[in-house]
């Protein structure tokens, strides 16, 4: 039987009070919410922190609503929460499309947004999904916040540029006039994404005035296709452009072979699941707006 090495125990009662306990144990604690990821790391011993921060009591990072033209998202709202949620999905349906896919309503009831996130997994969904509608990162730590693009909050696989004694506190996406997707290919049901796709755009008299293209499973930095929504801005929503922003996402990203396929076939995913994503959004969007696909 796998158990963890010994730790210590603290459970949070505010965001000042998890920040206090951050900053008293250092680099040696870690906040724990959902820790569908955390605790089996504790079990193999991948992960030995020596003192856990619980904060799952802190209500005010666990809602939804919309302030100042964004919607907002608390760090600590559960999966199953952001599914279920009609703000969300009326203003940004990419969410549910990406919540459906994640895990199994177990693991949606207590695995937390935030978490998600800060895990940093290179095969996790909501990454993608946020670097897609280029949401934002409010870090707060105990001289005050900061606001990061979901973009630029991966340093790489398992790293945030959320530094010892801070906490995401909540993510938020600017409400525009948009349309979004998501898509996925995986294993078997509730499984982490062979390859995924997300997409936002918006167009105007025809043309593509913004695209947003997420990527996960398929090494592309900040889980996003920079080169392929370059492409598409300023042009038509056409298949065919659509079908090569495909290519070229698929040709700028960086899969590796794993259990779950080759190069090869990671890359056929990507430019296949970034055009049907574009797809998708861009019916969607002829549906909001009455017109002709």
Not at 83 to 101: C, K, N
Not at 106 to 135: H, K, M, Y
Not at 152 to 167: A, I, K, R
Not at 201 to 220: P, S
Request: charged share 25%; net charge negative.
């Amino acid at each position: 039987m796998q158990v963890p090495a010994q730790f210590q125990y603290e459970k949070a009662t505010s965001v000042e009070h998890a920040l206090s306990l951050l900053g008293r144990y250092g680099a040696e604690s870690r906040v724990v919410a959902g820790g569908h990821s955390l605790i089996p790391m504790m079990k193999l011993r991948l992960a030995q922190p020596e003192v856990l921060i619980d904060i799952n009591d802190l209500h005010e990072l666990a809602r939804i609503s919309v302030e100042e033209h964004k919607l907002c998202i608390g760090a600590l709202v559960r999966h199953a929460d952001l599914l279920g949620s009609a703000i969300a999905g009326e203003h940004f349906p990419i969410f549910h499309d990406a919540e459906r896919l994640i895990a199994d309503p177990i693991v949606r009831n207590r695995g937390t947004v935030g978490g998600s996130l800060c895990q940093a997994d290179p095969s996790e969904d909501l990454s993608a999904a946020f670097a897609a509608v280029r949401g934002e990162a409010v870090i707060q730590g105990t001289r005050g916040s900061r606001v990061v693009a979901v973009r630029d909050f991966f340093v790489g696989p398992y790293q945030t540029v959320v530094e010892p004694g801070e906490l995401l506190v909540q993510l938020r996406v600017p409400i525009r006039s948009s349309a979004s997707a998501y898509q996925k290919v995986e294993r078997r049901a509730g499984d982490w994404a062979v390859a995924a796709a997300g997409a936002e755009l918006r167009l105007r008299d025809g043309e593509l005035e913004e695209v947003g293209i997420g990527l996960t499973a398929l090494g592309a930095p900040g889980f996003h296709a920079p080169e392929a929504e370059e492409f598409l801005v300023g042009g038509p929503a056409t298949d065919e452009r659509f079908a090569e922003a495909g290519r070229i996402a698929a040709e700028h990203c960086n899969p590796v072979a794993d259990q779950r396929g080759p190069v090869d076939y990671k890359r056929h995913l990507a430019a296949t699941l970034t055009t049907r994503a574009l797809r998708i959004a861009r019916t969607r969007w002829h549906g909001q707006h009455h017109e002709e696909a």
